[in-house]
C-alpha cells in the first residue's frame, strides 16, 4: 500500500508562485511514476505534471507548460511541484498519484493507483 499526502496549497495572487509537496510513503519514490491532478470546482479532475519513475522526465499540460516544473528528493520521499506565473484558472484541488506500472506519465486517471487527499490552490487575479 503507497501513502500519499499533499500539502503546500493556499491562497496565492495572479503571478505568484507555491511549491506542493507529495510525501510519499509504504514505497520508494524511486520505484512510482508520480502524477500531478487538479479538480477546478464543478470540472472533470485533469491531468497537470507528471515525473517519470527514473526521475529524469517531466510531462506537462499544455495549459501549464513552460510555468510548472516537477522534481524529486528521493531523501526524503517526496515529488514537487513548482507553480509559477500562476493563473485565476489555476485554482483547483490538486492531487498526486503514483503508479507501480507506469514508467512515465499517462494522462487517463484509471492508470493511477493510489491517490492522495488533495490540497486546495485558490489564485486571486
Known amino acids: 500500500?503507497?501513502?500519499?499526502v499533499e500539502s503546500g496549497g493556499g491562497l496565492v495572487q495572479a503571478g505568484g508562485s507555491l511549491r506542493l509537496s507529495c510525501q510519499v510513503s509504504g514505497r520508494s519514490v524511486r520505484t512510482v511514476a508520480v502524477g500531478w491532478w487538479r479538480a477546478a470546482a464543478g470540472k472533470k479532475r485533469e491531468f497537470v505534471s507528471g515525473?517519470?519513475?527514473?526521475?529524469?522526465?517531466?510531462?506537462?499540460?499544455?495549459?501549464v507548460k513552460g510555468r510548472f516544473a516537477v522534481s524529486r528528493d528521493n531523501d526524503k520521499n517526496t515529488?514537487?511541484?513548482?507553480m509559477s506565473s500562476l493563473k485565476p484558472g489555476d485554482t483547483a484541488v490538486y492531487y498526486c498519484a503514483s503508479?507501480?506500472?507506469?514508467?512515465?506519465?499517462?494522462?487517463?486517471?484509471?492508470e493511477y493507483d493510489f491517490w492522495g487527499q488533495g490540497t486546495q490552490v485558490t489564485v486571486s487575479s
Do not use: C, N, P, T
Open 1 to 4: 500500500q503507497v501513502q500519499l
Open 51 to 63: 515525473l517519470s519513475r527514473g526521475g529524469g522526465a517531466e510531462y506537462h499540460a499544455a495549459s
Open 99 to 110: 503508479s507501480l506500472k507506469l514508467v512515465s506519465y499517462s494522462d487517463y486517471d484509471d
Open 79 to 82: 515529488v514537487y511541484l513548482h
